[in-house]
Structure formats: structure tokens, C-alpha cells
Nanobody, 119 residues
Framework: QVQLVESGGGLVQAGGSLRLSCAVS????????MGWYRQAPGKQRELVAD???????NYADSVKGRFTISRDNAKNTVYLQMNSLKPEDTAVYYC?????????????WGQGTQVTVSS
């Protein structure tokens, strides 16, 4: 089984920064894509950023220039550095990983971590 554990959420003032972490564990053969999604109250879950095993990255237009996704392969961990935070960034942030275990293609989610940005 593949498990994801998130940390780093919290309360921050507008203009501040937070760094989210997500550790992946289990019987993993490969992690093709790792990403961060968020869901605000009354809204659908949306992709914030993702990164491939080859190192390419993709960002939502709303966070370009402010957020940075990165990974530490030695620790099997993905990060989301969030700078210049805005109140509209307030949401529950979910880590996601897709890849292969010993048998099947998996699509795993973290438990979610709350990010609240005050004005």
C-alpha cells in the first residue's frame, strides 16, 4: 500500500509564507507524478502544482510566481513553498501521488492540511 502524510499547514497573514511537506511511503515501484491540490469551501478541488519524475513542473495560473513545488527523492518527499500568500489561497491542501506499486497503477491522496490566510 502507498501512504501519504502531509504537514506544514497553519494560519498566516497575507503576504506571508508557508511550506507544506508530504512524505510518501509503502511498496512503491515508481512515482510518476506528485502534486498538490486544494479545495476551498463551496468550491471544487483544483490542481495547484505538480511535478514529474523527470523534474518538470506545472502550476495553476493563480499561483505562478508565488508558489514553488519541489521534491527530495532521497527522502521520498514533495514540498510546496508558498510565498506572498493571499486570502484567496485559503483552502484545504491535499498531496497526491500517481505511479506503480508491485502490481497496479496507484492514485494516492494525503489526509489534507488546512491553510488559512488572514487579511
Amino acid at each position: 500500500q502507498v501512504q501519504l502524510v502531509e504537514s506544514g499547514g497553519g494560519l498566516v497573514q497575507a503576504g506571508g509564507s508557508l511550506r507544506l511537506s508530504c512524505a510518501v511511503s509503502g511498496s512503491i515501484c515508481s512515482v510518476n507524478v506528485m502534486g498538490w491540490y486544494r479545495q476551498a469551501p463551496g468550491k471544487q478541488r483544483e490542481l495547484v502544482a505538480d511535478t514529474t519524475s523527470g523534474g518538470s513542473t506545472n502550476y495553476a495560473d493563480s499561483v505562478k510566481g508565488r508558489f514553488t513545488i519541489s521534491r527530495d527523492n532521497a527522502k521520498n518527499t514533495v514540498y510546496l513553498q508558498m510565498n506572498s500568500l493571499k486570502p484567496e489561497d485559503t483552502a484545504v491542501y491535499y498531496c497526491n501521488a500517481k505511479g506503480w506499486d508491485a502490481i497496479s497503477w496507484y492514485n494516492a491522496w494525503g489526509q489534507g492540511t488546512q491553510v488559512t490566510v488572514s487579511s
